[in-house]
């Protein structure tokens, strides 16, 4: 795709649900989507969500360890330039660095929380074609990050 990036994009939209049947139902009603079932590294759950045969969105169930103050919640993940320099602004920025950057190449990522307490995956633009793979390549890192994070 001439000209695309993901540079300042949100490549990723991956909802934490403790009922991923009855999230599956209500968005499938609600917005037409279809979906791939896999299993995440931690045997937890996931679907893919589709429309018009494009992924959407990730739906993940939470994993049975769990943080106990953990509630379901929408994650989006950015695209940015460097995620290590990125992430040493945040701080500054007012945020906080929840797990510093790890990960090589394409799958370099960190975990943030905005001021305002949101937590954002952070994740390299500079990916060959990647945009056709993003929710599918982020939803391992939005689980681990999602059992740090708690």
Same mark, same amino acid.
């Given at each position: *795709?001439?000209?695309?990036?993901?540079?300042?994009?949100?490549?990723?939209?991956?909802?934490?649900? &403790? #009922?991923?049947?009855?999230?599956?139902? @209500?968005? $499938?009603?609600? $917005?037409?989507?279809?979906?791939?079932? %896999?299993?995440?590294?931690?045997?937890?759950?996931?679907? +893919?969500? @589709?429309?018009?045969?494009?992924?959407?969105?990730?739906?993940?169930? @939470?994993?049975?360890?769990?943080?106990?103050?953990?509630?379901?919640?929408?994650?989006?993940?950015?695209? /940015?330039? #460097?995620?290590? !320099?990125?992430?040493?602004?945040?701080?500054?920025?007012?945020? !906080?660095? /929840?797990? %510093?950057?790890?990960?090589?190449?394409?799958?370099?990522?960190? +975990?943030?929380? &905005?001021? %305002?307490?949101? @937590?954002?995956?952070?994740?390299? $633009?500079?990916?060959?074609?990647?945009?056709?793979?993003?929710? !599918? #390549?982020?939803?391992?890192? *939005? %689980?681990? *990050?999602?059992?740090?994070?708690?």
């Amino acid at each position: *795709m001439a000209g695309y990036s993901r540079l300042g994009r949100v490549v990723n939209v991956a909802l934490m649900t &403790d #009922d991923l049947d009855k999230a599956k139902s @209500f968005y $499938a009603g609600l $917005a037409g989507w279809t979906y791939k079932d %896999q299993k995440a590294p931690f045997g937890n759950d996931v679907a +893919l969500a @589709f429309f018009n045969n494009a992924a959407v969105a990730s739906i993940i169930a @939470f994993p049975e360890n769990r943080h106990p103050e953990a509630q379901p919640v929408w994650r989006i993940a950015i695209a /940015v330039e #460097d995620v290590d !320099e990125t992430a040493a602004k945040v701080k500054e920025l007012g945020g !906080e660095v /929840v797990q %510093q950057p790890t990960g090589e190449g394409a799958h370099r990522y960190c +975990l943030i929380r &905005d001021p %305002q307490g949101n @937590f954002i995956a952070l994740t390299p $633009a500079d990916t060959s074609n990647a945009h056709k793979q993003d929710n !599918e #390549d982020l939803v391992n890192q *939005m %689980q681990h *990050m999602r059992n740090i994070a708690g």
